[in-house]
């Protein structure tokens, strides 16, 4: 049986979009290992997140950096 080439869901540069999906990064894979590679860390979450994000909007530009907020950073707030 084939080995199944397995592809991390990181994010490509400059567009930014998932190497294994081929979505706008982070797609929910990515979220979900995010969120439980930080589970005991939100604040460590959101300042990796912003980093990329102005990695992003340097990449990005014709985005409005509001949608980049809303992409990178907004599904990071806990829930109550």
């Known amino acids: 049986m084939p080995r199944r080439r397995y592809r991390n ?27 439980g590679e930080y589970r005991h860390d939100r604040v460590a979450l959101t300042v990796y997140l912003a980093t990329l994000q102005a990695e992003a909007g340097e990449h990005l530009a014709d985005i409005d950096p509001a949608r980049l907020t809303e992409r990178f950073l907004a599904w990071t707030r806990a829930r109550a």
């Open 9 to 35: 869901h990181l994010p490509t540069r400059p567009t930014w979009r998932c190497a294994a999906c081929g979505i706008a990064w982070p797609c929910s894979a990515a979220k979900l290992r995010l969120l």
